[in-house]
């Protein structure tokens, strides 16, 4: 299985914008990729970019399609009983897997390895076969309770990356904000971006 194959999962926390452009860059960049979306993400998706999907898996699949212009078959969206996707086997899933927003209760469910849907199952495969596995996890404040979750699954080889943007590229739009976050998570998985300029190369002073 040659393999620019991920599993974008994204969940009910504020910053449907972010999984949204991680999903077009991704697809840009030729990934074939398995999303899976939460309930409360659907709930936010329609809340902060007007995008309201319809509840079935293939149903959605095809709206998200027509909305990005993607190719069929690149983009897979799974149901959350949909227990016979290659994620929810280490035998078959990708070995890289982002959720892009990540709420607190999933981050909670992943930390417990709870597994009580395919989201929360395709964290838990990603990490026994010792995959990638990427968090960006929106909340303000932390919680002690979060902060230990987090602790917990960073000390696993789990990237935490908050949805924090920096400014230091002074960003003029809400785009360039949300640039900043996914092109922080491209660089982690290893694929090839110029959303921002990089720090030292082209620093507007
Ligand atoms: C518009 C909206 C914004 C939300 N923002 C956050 C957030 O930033 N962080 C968070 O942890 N939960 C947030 N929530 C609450 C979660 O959606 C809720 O806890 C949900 O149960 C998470 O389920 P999931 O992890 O299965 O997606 C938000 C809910 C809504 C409707």
Redesign the pocket.
């Known amino acids: 299985m040659g393999d620019k194959r991920i599993t974008l999962a994204?969940?009910?926390?504020?910053?449907a914008p972010y999984g949204l452009r991680l999903l077009e860059c991704l697809l840009a960049a030729d990934y074939q990729v398995y999303l899976l979306i939460?309930?409360?993400?659907r709930?936010?998706l329609a809340?902060?970019h007007g995008l309201k999907l319809p509840s079935g898996p293939e149903a959605a699949q095809q709206a998200l399609i027509a909305h990005l212009g993607c190719e069929n078959g690149q983009l897979i969206v799974c149901g959350k009983e949909d227990w016979f996707s290659p994620v929810a086997s280490g035998s078959a899933a990708p070995k890289q897997m982002v959720v892009c927003?990540?709420?607190?209760?999933?981050?909670a469910?992943v930390a417990h390895g709870m597994s009580d849907?395919l989201?929360e199952r395709a964290a838990d495969v990603v990490m026994k076969e010792r995959g990638q596995l990427l968090m960006v996890?929106?909340?303000?404040p932390f919680s002690t309770l979060?902060l230990e979750n987090m602790l917990k699954l960073s000390k696993m080889g789990v990237t935490i990356m908050p949805?924090a943007p920096g400014f230091y590229h002074q960003p003029q739009s809400i785009e360039d904000l949300v640039d900043f976050m996914v092109a922080r998570i491209l660089d982690h998985l290893g694929v090839s971006q110029g959303l921002v300029p990089r720090w030292g190369y082209d620093h507007r002073q």
């Open positions: 994204w969940t009910g926390a504020s910053g939460s309930s409360a993400a709930v936010v809340t902060e927003p990540c709420s607190a209760g999933t981050l469910s849907n989201l996890v929106r909340e303000t979060h949805a």
